[in-house]
């Protein structure tokens, strides 16, 4: 069964043309730097993010992982969100792997953390205390919605972090989204970070990748450090090609996930026991919950759903995230309502 697969945008299978792009790839060993399509890939997003260097890496929690080696060394401290995904989930590989300690600060509803919050968390120099060194910020913020961070907010705290000497890393998962969304260039929300990550592999369709875009003298770092935990890749124009798409087509059709985001949370909101959360979508993603009358569950209403050819993503045993991506189409949306209201009633 062709299912409507609306669990996360990670879930994006590369387009025909992502296909033939990487069977025609040109190719090398990458460790050797020897890949003219990793080299234009990587080149393609320095430029875009206005940065001077990048670096193609397997998945973003390697991309966050690096960037926290770069900055930190054993003992520092790190502030970041209690509901970020490099706090939740990338299974404790600062501390395990880096000795690096997290500081959560409590993400706001909009997706930030407070300047008051995150200025009451650094901490003083004392014999006692570990060198916070580096904030991290999160955009889109998936938790709290998929909600966006302004340019203004990030220079903020990019100003703060300076003037603290601290540094500031953005784990921009869904930064084009972000984007998008505020319908700015990319490079107005990332000029005050030190350091971004951003995911090819999401809603921008590609298989597999992200990059850590900063200095070249960070990069060069990075670069050394990913060949020491194993993400030396050789012959990877063949994903590259795939990533390069991503940049220069996928990027510019963000906004038509939003509108079908949207336009599923209208329709969702006139189903009966459902509730979509108030300011849902913000982006692609909709969250929402079963309204306080139904008695089943969402992990059982998913299960109906998929009965019905529709994967969605049961947060917890009340609440659902919906994410809309390239291979959701209006007609994926009409069968997604239908779905809900079949497996609710
Ligand atoms: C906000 C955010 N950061 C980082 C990642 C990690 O990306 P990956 O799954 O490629 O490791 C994800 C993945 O879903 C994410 O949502």
């Not at 390697?62 to 989930?89: F, K, P, T, W």
């Not at 509803?109 to 004392?126: H, K, N, Q």
């Not at 904030?135 to 990030?154: A, H, K, S």
């Not at 609440?319 to 189409?329: C, M, N």
Request: negative net charge.
């Amino acid at each position: 069964m062709d299912y409507i697969d609306l669990r996360s945008d990670t879930v994006t299978k590369p387009t025909p043309e992502m296909r033939e792009a990487m069977a025609e790839a040109e190719v090398g060993d990458d460790v050797y730097r020897d890949d003219p399509t990793v080299n234009r890939l990587e080149e393609l997003a320095a430029e875009m993010l206005g940065k001077e260097a990048a670096l193609f890496v397997p998945s973003g929690t390697m991309g966050n992982l690096l960037a926290l080696l770069v900055h930190c060394q054993r003992g520092d401290e790190v502030i970041v969100g209690n509901q970020s995904h490099i706090y939740l989930n990338e299974a404790g590989g600062m501390s395990a792997l880096g000795g690096i300690q997290a500081c959560p600060v409590k993400n706001q509803p909009d997706g930030t953390l407070a300047l008051d919050d995150i200025l009451a968390s650094i901490r003083t120099e004392d014999v006692h205390h570990p060198i916070t060194r580096l904030i991290c910020l999160e955009n889109t913020q998936n938790i709290c919605g998929g909600v966006p961070l302004t340019p203004d907010y990030t220079r903020e705290v990019g100003e703060l972090a300076h003037r603290n000497h601290l540094f500031l890393h953005v784990d921009g998962a869904r930064i084009f989204n972000a984007a998008a969304a505020q319908n700015i260039r990319v490079t107005d929300l990332v000029e005050p970070a030190d350091s971004v990550m951003f995911c090819l592999s999401k809603g921008l369709v590609a298989p597999i990748g992200s990059m850590l875009v900063s200095t070249g003298k960070f990069i060069a770092r990075a670069r050394h450090l990913r060949k020491m935990l194993g993400g030396g890749m050789r012959q990877v124009g063949v994903l590259a090609a795939a990533g390069i798409i991503s940049l220069e087509k996928m990027t510019k059709r963000l906004g038509h996930d939003h509108a079908r985001a949207k336009k599923l949370a209208d329709r969702l909101r006139k189903v009966n026991g459902l509730v979509v959360d108030q300011n849902s979508p913000y982006t692609n993603m909709v969250y929402l919950n079963l309204s306080d009358d139904v008695q089943s569950n969402a992990q059982h209403i998913t299960q109906k759903m998929k009965d019905h050819g529709v994967l969605v993503d049961a947060e917890n045993s009340r609440r659902f995230r919906l994410v809309t991506h390239y291979w959701i189409d209006d007609q994926a949306v009409d069968k997604t309502v239908s779905a809900f209201q079949r497996a609710l009633h």
